[in-house]
């Protein structure tokens, strides 16, 4: 489920924001499949992984989304690579210093997040509902023992609804 909720579901969308076609029940049939065959390895779930989506989904990847895929080839053997020579890269990770590391993180992520914000600032008419969504999951407040991120939907949620039913009507 954290996968699902965690990785899968932002892959998803991000691929989708990108143009990209997704059915996810298939995807979500293979990658769990593959998650419980190699489990008693010790291996972590297979997902569709929203960073590495958002990487390789958008115009960084190539003018032509229907060749953006040997990014995905590229980013996979370099996956490789790294990881048999995973003792080799930690160690050398760990003389940077963390504050390197994290702006790093943050620049990988930036455009996810343009993607993901003109996505959700698309429709003129319901500003409101991604706007609050988003500044109180960033806030980091917790309700009743509850952390923001599900308040969020919540509040997201209602608002979107409220205001269609309004604009309907």
Do not use: H
């Not at 579901?9 to 190699?38: H, K, M």
């Not at 115009?59 to 790294?82: C, Q």
């Amino acid at each position: 489920m954290v996968t699902m909720a965690g990785q899968n579901i932002p892959g998803f969308a991000v691929l989708e924001l990108n143009g990209y076609a997704v059915d996810p029940q298939p995807l979500l049939r293979r990658t769990g499949l593959v998650s419980c065959a190699i489990a008693p390895f010790g291996s972590i779930p297979v997902n569709m992984s929203a960073i590495t989506a958002a990487m390789m989904a958008g115009e960084d990847a190539g003018p032509d989304p229907a060749t953006r895929y040997w990014s995905a080839v590229v980013s996979g053997a370099a996956y490789i690579g790294l990881a048999c020579a995973a003792g080799i890269v930690a160690a050398a990770a760990s003389l940077a210093p963390i504050a390197l590391i994290t702006a790093v993180a943050g620049l990988a992520l930036v455009p996810a997040l343009v993607s993901s914000l003109s996505g959700a600032f698309s429709d003129p008419k319901q500003l409101e509902s991604p706007a609050l969504t988003f500044l109180i999951a960033a806030s980091g407040m917790t309700l009743f023992g509850i952390s923001g991120a599900f308040w969020s939907i919540v509040v997201g949620a209602v608002i979107w609804i409220a205001k269609s039913a309004t604009q309907r009507a």
